[in-house]
T-cell receptor, first 112, second 111 residues
């Protein structure tokens, strides 16, 4: 089925470790996003990419880097994980013409 | 102050009841509004867009009042399957085009 695919679904890291969360969409969307969701706080925007080759900071970018490898893929990297980065991470994409965004199923990350 | 505010609930209602959720937004630059539904430990999914004239989709009715910066969602004839968290969302088109989420209102429909 067409949509947004995120990997991995679950991950446990030790403080200071690094990892990359992968996201790919097959809907030919230009815009892609990374959000994090913490209990009681709703989703907050980390980074977004309006098109291939461009990325911009969102509301909570500190501690993260991103890479828009091509139109399909948008990865999120934690260079040195901290317990405060324990969260559920959602990738999303949006068509330029349609309303509404499509979300991936999320990555549950725990940093110990 | 949060940019999009919702009552977190939970709202516990019996099957068949009518329930209304409210939401306020603080950024006058917000242009588009949505209600998303999120089931436990799942991703948000678009329930419906919200238009100034009000719009209906089956048992769901959404209203927008730009003057008061207020959005509502009405669910009629609640079903057990309506149990979920409902996220009020706005989208701005100034600088970056992205969604801003409220923290959600939890609905539990009981038999």
């Amino acid at each position: 089925n067409a949509g947004v695919t995120q990997t991995p679904k679950f991950q446990v890291l030790k403080t200071g470790q690094s990892m990359t969360l992968q996201c790919a969409q097959d809907m030919n969307h230009n815009s892609m996003y990374w959000y994090r969701q913490d209990p009681g706080m709703g989703l907050r925007l980390i980074y977004y990419s309006a098109s291939e080759g461009t990325t911009d900071k969102g509301e909570v970018p500190n501690g993260y880097n991103v890479s828009r490898l091509n139109k399909r893929e948008f990865s999120l990297r934690l260079e040195s994980a901290a317990p405060s980065q324990t969260s559920v991470y959602f990738c999303a994409s949006r068509s330029d013409r349609a309303r509404g965004y499509t979300f991936g199923s999320g990555t549950r990350l725990t940093v110990v | 102050r949060k940019e999009v505010e919702q009552d977190p609930g939970p709202f516990n209602v019996p099957e068949g009841a009518t329930v209304a959720f409210n939401c306020t937004y603080s950024n006058s630059a917000s242009q588009s509004f949505f209600w998303y539904r999120q089931d436990c430990r799942k991703e948000p999914k678009l329930l419906m867009s919200v238009y100034s004239s009000g719009n209906e989709d089956g048992r769901f009715t959404a209203q927008l009042n730009r003057a008061s910066q207020y959005i509502s969602l009405l669910i009629r004839d609640s079903k057990l399957s309506d149990s979920a968290t409902y996220l009020c969302v706005d989208e701005r088109n100034t600088g970056r085009r992205a969604l801003t989420f409220g923290s959600g209102t939890r609905l539990q429909v009981q038999p």
